[in-house]
């Protein structure tokens, strides 16, 4: 079918298909590109191309100022997509450049709907950051901010739009400034960046605000050396609003400041993904923020829990919590053995279980997923390298550790029936089908006495992972077969 014959309200859609890009990097280009490219074609396809509107409502301030114009005026100045990536621009002309970001923020913030700008240090300016800051944004519906602006703040009091911006739902905002989100009563997904300059300044100001129901909170990235501030006598814990919180790349200090400093009852998800490191007062002890936080959590009452093992990650999940804690960073954990490592993880396990014990929840759903594999059996020839020595890489966690937690989660969660293998299920099977020598039964008895359902299988998603040896099935099969007449079994293939 020739483009003659396509109807107009089909070349509409056709026009806006054809200049979006999901690479953002490419993005400005490909716009840029084919908006242009639709208007050359022939004369029917250039006055739809001019005539709609939403091909050229979305604009790129990296583009030249006649660009810029050019899909300003085709855009009619109606419901405006900004985007600005300051790494894309040539520092040619640059304060040239500033001057016109920060004139278009002034004259059309009234038209835009939707803006992302990652403004890093080098192109810090006070007058830009005071156009955001001043100019209200009566229709801004989506705001993704990445201002860096190095050791001092360029404005006085750090808030966005002058507080007006009455339809604004959603934020990511990730600089070294608090900003005030309170007068935002539309306002109900944030994400914030948090760094040594606005820790605990960004909590009061999330507290203030009563109209957010998703929360996440983000570490900058490379943030080791500051102190967790000490509360002042007279403080209470921070009131949020949301209902769902996620606390990531912090380290566990600070992610248990937050946890331990926050009222939980509005809380249904809570999920942490935290950066081991060691203990204020014991530097050879990891700390694990789940050990303090996990007992005060108003959690549900829930009979399932799930635990993740990795070389240099641990991971449990229960009902409305997600817990990670990673230990990647060498030089950090310097001081911190394996040995180290494994016990505070048994101490995790362990607040689990006396914590629902406490509770009178019996886990009787158990799901254990093993990403830690067996050493490669192929030897490969070292040869003498002329580059730097590799770096040091953290204490990890081998088959010999995974056996000892399996062995402890096994022991005291004895009311599980129904059990979940994901991942490489070998050594899982191999601890299932051995004695538990910590039992107090007078006989002599296995581990999972009550379990009647098993399930092992590759983790949903992966296709490449090592499954579970022929071996390990049969003598499981056989073992459960002698002592609880051959329980339900699955096999995923």
Not at 123 to 146: D, M
Not at 351 to 357: K, P, R, Y
Not at 421 to 449: F, I, K, R
Request: overall charge neutral.
């Amino acid at each position: 079918m020739s483009l003659a014959r396509i109807p107009d309200e089909v070349l509409t859609i056709i026009l806006d298909w054809s200049a979006f890009e999901k690479n953002q990097a490419a993005a400005a280009k490909v716009r840029k590109e084919k908006a242009i490219l639709w208007t050359k074609l022939d004369r029917r396809l250039r006055n739809i191309a001019i005539n709609h509107r939403p091909l050229w409502s979305t604009i790129h301030l990296q583009w030249s100022p006649e660009m810029v114009q050019l899909f300003l005026d085709r855009s009619r100045r109606r419901n405006l997509s900004v985007y600005l990536e300051t790494r894309a621009v040539s520092s040619k002309n640059k304060a040239l450049k500033q001057i016109a970001w920060t004139n278009f923020f002034t004259d059309e913030m009234a038209n835009i709907v939707f803006l992302k700008a990652n403004i890093d240090e080098a192109w810090e300016n006070g007058k830009l950051a005071k156009a955001l800051a001043r100019t209200p944004a009566p229709k801004l519906r989506h705001l993704e901010l990445i201002y860096d602006h190095g050791r001092a703040s360029p404005i006085d009091k750090p808030r966005l739009f002058n507080n007006q911006a009455p339809l604004l739902g959603r934020i990511e905002l990730a600089t070294d400034d608090a900003c005030a989100l309170k007068d935002f009563s539309s306002l109900q997904e944030v994400v914030m960046r948090v760094g040594p300059n606005n820790f605990r300044t960004t909590l009061e100001r999330l507290s203030e605000s009563t109209s957010i129901v998703t929360l996440t909170i983000k570490g900058t990235r490379g943030w080791r050396s500051s102190p967790v501030p000490a509360p002042p006598v007279d403080h209470k814990p921070f009131q949020l609003s949301c209902t769902s919180l996620a606390i990531q790349d912090i380290n566990s200090l600070r992610s248990n400041y937050i946890v331990s400093n926050i009222q939980h009852q509005n809380l249904r998800h809570l999920a942490v993904h935290e950066n081991m490191v060691p203990n204020t007062d014991q530097p050879t002890v990891p700390f694990l923020s789940v050990v303090s936080t996990f007992p005060r959590l108003s959690l549900p009452k829930d009979s399932h829990v799930k635990f993740t093992f990795y070389p240099t990650c641990f991971a449990l999940e229960v009902q409305g919590f997600h817990y990670l804690t990673g230990w990647s960073d060498a030089e950090l954990l310097s001081r911190i053995t394996r040995d180290s490592i494994f016990e505070s993880i048994l101490n995790a396990i362990h607040v689990v279980w006396t914590t629902n014990d406490e509770k009178n929840i019996p886990v009787t759903h158990l799901t254990i997923v093993n990403k830690i594999l067996p050493p490669h059996d192929k030897k490969t020839k070292t040869r003498r390298s002329t580059k730097a020595p590799p770096k040091k890489l953290a204490p990890s966690m081998d088959l010999d550790d995974l056996e000892g937690l399996l062995a402890y989660t096994f022991h005291v969660f004895d009311a599980v029936y129904s059990l979940k293998v994901e991942g490489y299920a070998t050594p899982v099977v191999d601890v299932l089908v051995q004695t538990n020598e910590e039992s107090e039964s007078e006989w002599e008895e296995y581990y999972l006495p009550e379990l009647a359902f098993i399930q092992i299988g590759p983790t949903p998603g992966t296709t490449d992972e090592p499954y579970c040896s022929a071996e390990s099935l049969s003598t499981l099969k056989t073992q459960r077969e002698e002592v609880f007449r051959l329980p339900t079994m699955t096999r995923t293939p």
